[in-house]
């Protein structure tokens, strides 16, 4: 499987493919970056494997020339096993893959039945939203 | 409806769309804390931590536990880790024994429920549910809603600081909750607990690999950052 993984990322990086199409006469690039998923591999007994690759795409057109060039431009791998130290670094490239928003406080919202948070203490309860949403619902 | 109780320390709501929440659920939690809690001089888990019982003696069910426990200390790199409060599985408990409250509501045909145990929620049907903002308690800072979840989630703002790395018994820093979402309650909650024991820096990557588990973390800095399928309303 860890053969496979490699054999992509180097078809991906050599990957060079001119084109010829005839029309505009007019030089142009258009850049695009997208992402590739790898099949999920077995890393022997040590856990799964992902790996994904981050690759810009440029495509220049001059008159009726194409030319495509795709580059590698970041690995990123989601899924590791975590038994050494070096897989907390790897762990790291895994982030980016992450929404990141802002905290903020939500406006109310009357549909919510539960308030989940850190394990609340009855004395935090007694005066918490779960009480006072059960309060108002009468679920 | 809904039922409240005071049991295993904490108040456990259990509430129904239609008809009545079984006395079997709450039977059941008393039972676990009759089990398991460490402050009862004599629960199995407190025969076991004064060595006065072996754990190849103790009950199936407390050794189905432990045995999660030990999984669940390799899953996480040893970050939870119920060694380090000298064999405490409080961590893992209050989740399982509410997986095994909603089992028992599915055995009595129950089809829309949710289970409320200090803050750590499993549900059945669709429910929406709110995560409390880590600063200011009486906001929410995220809406969740989703079929059939669990919802944990572990943090510096009730307790204290009472989640440590186990590896360095320090408290972490630059985070200031995780909630996981799954399917398992025991596991989300275990999860929750590791990834907030980790910190800031090695949190939001660990959380990005777990499988079939989702998760927000929320940094010191106001950063919130969620695994792509995590269920925000």
Redesign the interface.
């Known amino acids: 499987m860890r053969k496979r993984l490699i054999g992509a990322v180097a078809g991906l990086a050599t990957l060079v493919l001119p084109t010829v199409n005839a029309v505009a006469a007019t030089a142009k690039t258009i850049v695009t970056t997208k992402r590739v998923t790898g099949p999920q591999a077995v890393a022997d007994r040590w856990g799964y494997v992902e790996v994904i690759l981050v690759v810009k795409k440029t495509t220049r057109i001059v008159g009726t020339h194409k030319k495509v060039t795709r580059k590698i431009t970041n690995v990123l791998v989601p899924i590791y096993p975590n038994h050494t130290d070096r897989s907390v670094f790897i762990n790291q490239q895994a982030v980016p893959l992450l929404t990141n928003e802002v905290l903020t406080m939500t406006q109310f919202n009357p549909n919510i039945e539960f308030v989940g948070g850190a394990t609340a203490t009855s004395g935090a309860f007694a005066q918490s939203l779960q009480a006072a949403i059960l309060q108002a619902k009468k679920i | 409806?809904?039922r409240?109780e005071?049991v295993m320390?904490?108040?456990i709501?259990v509430?129904v769309?239609d008809g009545e929440v079984p006395d079997e659920v709450f039977d059941w939690f008393r039972h676990v804390d009759a089990t398991f809690s460490t402050f009862k001089e004599e629960s199995e888990i407190s025969r076991l931590r004064r060595g006065e019982l072996e754990r190849a003696e103790a009950s199936d069910e407390v050794q189905q536990v432990l045995a999660r426990c030990d999984e669940l200390r390799e899953e996480t790199?040893g970050f939870f880790d119920i060694d380090a409060v000298d064999g405490d599985p409080s961590g893992f408990v209050?989740g399982w024994a509410v997986d095994e409250a909603a089992a028992i509501l599915d055995r009595a045909g129950v089809t829309e429920y949710?289970i409320?145990a200090?803050?750590?929620?499993r549900?059945r049907g669709r429910?929406?549910?709110?995560?409390?903002?880590?600063?200011?308690?009486?906001?929410?800072?995220?809406?969740?809603?989703g079929d059939d979840l669990a919802?944990?989630?572990?943090?510096?703002?009730?307790?204290g600081d009472h989640v440590r790395d186990p590896h360095t018994d320090e408290a972490p820093s630059g985070i200031?909750?995780v909630?996981i979402t799954g399917p398992d309650l025991g596991t989300a909650d275990a999860y929750a607990t590791a990834a907030f024991a980790m910190g800031g820096?090695?949190a939001?990557?660990?959380?990005?690999?777990l499988?079939g588990y989702e998760a927000m973390?929320?940094l010191s800095d106001?950063?919130?950052?969620?695994?792509?399928n995590?269920p925000s309303?």
Request: net charge positive; no cysteine; charged share 20%.
């Open positions: 409806m809904h409240v005071h320390g904490m108040p709501v509430a769309r790199s209050k949710g409320n200090g803050g750590d929620i549900t429910w929406t549910i709110g995560i409390q903002h880590p600063l200011e308690r009486q906001e929410i800072a995220q809406v969740v809603e919802v944990a989630t572990s943090g510096a703002y009730e307790r200031l909750s909630t820096r090695r939001p990557g660990w959380t990005a690999r499988r973390t929320i106001g950063r919130v950052l969620s695994t792509p995590f309303a």
